[in-house]
């Protein structure tokens, strides 16, 4: 079999049968016509490389791409592979410690908890990882196979071909202005923690002692009932937390606006963090009495010493966090 032979049966071998004999008529027609009359081995790999690698060629009589997800789709597949990753493994990891706490029964020990979440919250991540990769590989790949353009131009985000005038809307952003993505799960993390903390306060917060090989939970910290009158505010923070971090993953950088709701979070934080604490039963009645006992103090030097530190710390983490903001959101 002569060279011309093996490159046409090198093509059409990666077409579909039924178009097979066709097209290897038309391409033995093609090099035919290209060749001199007298032609020599030489001539005909020139003209072979004129018409390119079988795998290339064979991909223009294809009505579908050879390729997973192709240059006019890709570059929007990677910015949403990289915006929804994140938020995913936070979700999954606030289910792990929802689904674990549902059913803790106080028992454990804390350092047995922590390793447990910690365990069991990276295998989720991993697994709700894979599983977010491969649902949005799959859907592109479809897009792409049933998108019959021609057009190989990659897309914008907007899934509108580029034009020059996309160029105004991207705007330098300084290092110091830009929210990574790491900054947007650490927020996410936070939020996690301090919910989980709230919510199961009495099983987690308070003073523990040492027995044998275990730590034990030997006075709660805070009366969780009272914690769990104002679950509806609670829930409300929370919410508004994890939209504010959706929101900087999607700006990618501190704006004003961005300043503003960060400012009106922090106020609407801490006025609920400070009704909260002012509680007087907000203490449990076993923490007082081991505290007062160990200080030797009264209990309302102790409620003073509390809430009044734990004011003045939240506060002061509302001012820097708000002062941060603007500073960032302010710079050229």
Known sequence: MNLIEVYIHEVTRRLPEKNREDIALELRSTIEDMLPDDSSEEDVKAVLEKL??????ASGYRDQPMHLI?????????????MILPIAAVISLISIIAEYFIGYNGQEAVINVVLDITGFGIWRMIEVGIQTF????????????????????????????WTPDDLKNIAYIPKKKAISKCEVFGSLMWTAIWATLYFYAYHLVGIYEGGGDRLELVAPAFNQEVLLQYWPIVVIVIGLEIALAIYKLIKGQWTRKMAISNTVLQLLGTVVFIIILLNTNILSHDFITYMTDLFTITSNELKAWIIGGGIFLFMISAVINVFDGFRKASIR
Do not use: N
Not at 52 to 57: D, E, K, Y
Not at 70 to 82: E, I
Not at 135 to 158: M, N, Y
């Open 52 to 57: 390119g690698s079988p795998v290339t060629l």
């Open 70 to 82: 192709g240059p006019r789709y890709f570059d929007v597949y990677m910015s949403l592979l990289k």
């Open 134 to 161: 491969f649902w949005l590989t799959l859907v592109f790949a479809v897009i792409e196979r049933t998108d019959k353009g021609k057009d190989v131009q990659p897309l914008t985000a907007s899934l509108q071909k």
